[in-house]
């Protein structure tokens, strides 16, 4: 199995990756052709990895320009059964590069999430511009891959809407161990709610910063802590100058700070425009905490509006910010839609093991199809 991402990998892998590609080769050959987190590239027996480019406006545009050769190459020296795709857009370029090297491997693409916001939320607004090509194109590789992997009940939705069918639907796995084992800690005295993510437009910050500037004067108490940096982050340090007694922000936490956090907060705030299914919200149900989430994405998938969080419309600050006020004032309701989201969050926790083996079907799915 080939697998083709824009995923960033350092070498040696993280324990947690660590641990999912040592279940895939129990299972697979796996080969990886991915971007490097480092500025060296290089790569390993099973990684072969692409060093970013400077300045980093560029590096996208020309890992994916030179995407179809990569691939090509890959399948005339690796001749793989199968190749993931990790989203539409390498899917396209796996359907050239199989051409190209006249190779009759099976496809596999993701899908992780929506792939026309990547023209329209994501990095550069310049992006824009390629959306109403991307929106062709994509779908064309949904429509000729061999097998389709969804993650959600979202997921599935788009990829029909497009023409295809999945074949299957799992989360990719996700080490949540260090959220899961310790017992939950009950709410701390002050109510916060906590933001955990890259502050880009997807992640909707101008609509968080709008929505805590109505509800702080209506919790004089409480607290909005934000983790993450990115192209948002002036609007958000602005916030933090006007509010500096309710609002706190930090731009990177490590896992068992981010674990500290949460049990810090009375409740998680995930207002994005777009998400697949986010790892995040997992991680604040393991820690038994509500969300105010968007009705947006697949956030509804891991979220139930009046059980284990609140669901609103992200284009509304007013909607957010009631939501927080209805939370962040109400001890009882923000321990009980707490304790239902921990309750219900085990069917999102498998192992890798687990994980490799329903990879394994899945590519041994598609083959037959392949060859059929």
């Known amino acids: 199995m080939l697998l083709v991402g824009r995923t960033r990998y350092a070498l040696p892998l993280a324990p947690p990756l660590a641990r999912k590609f040592d279940a895939l080769r129990e299972v697979l050959d796996v080969h990886v052709l ?3 987190a480092d500025g060296r590239g290089g790569g390993d027996a099973t990684f072969r990895l ?6 980093r ?3 996208g545009p020309a890992f994916y320009a030179a995407l179809v050769p990569r691939v090509a190459a890959e399948l005339r020296r690796l001749r793989p059964d199968a190749v993931v795709a990790q989203s539409p857009y390498e899917g396209l370029a796996v359907l ?5 090297a006249r190779s009759d491997a099976a496809l596999v693409v993701e899908v992780h999430g929506d792939w026309r916001t990547w023209a329209r939320l994501y990095g550069s607004p310049l992006r824009a511009l390629a959306a109403p090509v991307a929106d062709v194109l994509a779908p064309l590789a949904i429509r000729h891959a061999d097998a389709v992997r969804t993650l959600s009940a979202f997921t599935e939705r788009i990829v029909r809407e497009a023409g295809g069918e999945p074949a299957v ?3 990719t796995f996700t080490d949540l161990t260090a959220f899961s084992q310790p ?9 916060a709610a906590l933001f955990v993510g890259v502050l880009e437009r997807y992640k909707n910050v101008d609509g968080i910063v709008a929505a805590w500037r109505l509800a702080a004067p209506r919790l004089p108490g409480a607290v909005l802590r934000l983790v993450g940096d990115g192209r948002e982050r002036r609007s958000v340090q602005r916030l933090v100058a006007d509010l500096p007694r309710q609002t706190e922000w930090a731009p990177r936490l490590s896992t068992p700070e981010v674990v500290r956090a ?4 009375w409740a998680l705030l995930l207002a994005s425009r777009s998400e697949g299914t986010p790892r995040v919200v997992l991680e604040a149900r393991c820690r038994a905490r509500a969300t105010v989430g968007a009705r947006a994405g697949g956030i509804p998938d891991v979220v139930e509006h009046g059980r284990t969080g609140l669901l609103v419309d992200p284009e509304r600050p007013q909607e957010i910010a009631d939501a927080l006020v ?3 004032s109400d001890r009882e309701l923000a321990e009980r839609l707490g304790s239902a989201a921990r309750e219900g969050v085990e069917r999102w926790l498998y192992t890798p093991e687990q994980y490799a083996r329903r990879m394994q079907d899945l590519v041994e799915h598609a083959v037959a199809r392949r060859r059929r």
């Open 34 to 36: 991915a971007g490097a």
């Open 50 to 55: 692409v060093p970013p480019l400077r300045p």
């Open 57 to 59: 406006a560029l590096d």
């Open 96 to 100: 050239a590069a199989r051409r190209l």
């Open 169 to 171: 639907s799992f989360t």
């Open 183 to 191: 017992p939950p800690a009950p709410l701390p005295e002050r109510p």
């Open 262 to 265: 949460l049990d810090d907060a």
């Open 326 to 328: 209805a939370l962040l």
